[in-house]
Nanobody, 115 residues
Framework: QVQLVESGGGLVQAGGSLRLSCAASGSIFSIYTMGWYRQAPGKQRELVATISNSGRTDYADSVKGRFTISRDNAKNMVYLQMNSLKPEDTAVYYC?????????WGQGTLVTVSS
């Protein structure tokens, strides 16, 4: 089993940057595909980016070229570097770990982008 704790959210002006971190504990981190998801008020949770255990990445069209997901298996960490932030990026951002037949979510961190 794995436990996830996100950090790094906050208030930022449009055009600014934030770096989210997700710390994992309790299991063999390197076997998991890791992902960042977000949920804006009144909307469904959506995929932002994923990174496989081999390092392959995938992004939502809305964040391509602005966000970068990365992982450090030695430190059991996954990151989301967010640049050129827009007000529509405002949401609670969640970290997820998954492997076949298993997934776990963090508690989320709030990102607010002011115009």
């Amino acid at each position: 089993q794995v436990q996830l704790v996100e950090s790094g959210g906050g208030l930022v002006q449009a055009g600014g940057s934030l770096r989210l971190s997700c710390a994992a504990s309790g299991s063999i981190f390197s076997i998991y595909t890791m992902g960042w998801y977000r949920q804006a008020p009144g909307k469904q949770r959506e995929l932002v980016a994923t990174i496989s255990n081999s390092g392959r990445t995938d992004y939502a069209d809305s964040v391509k070229g602005r966000f970068t997901i990365s992982r450090d298996n030695a430190k059991n960490m996954v990151y989301l570097q967010m640049n050129s932030l827009k007000p529509e990026d405002t949401a609670v951002y969640y970290c997820k770990a998954n492997r076949p037949l298993y997934e776990v979510w963090g508690q989320g961190t709030l990102v607010t982008v002011s115009s």
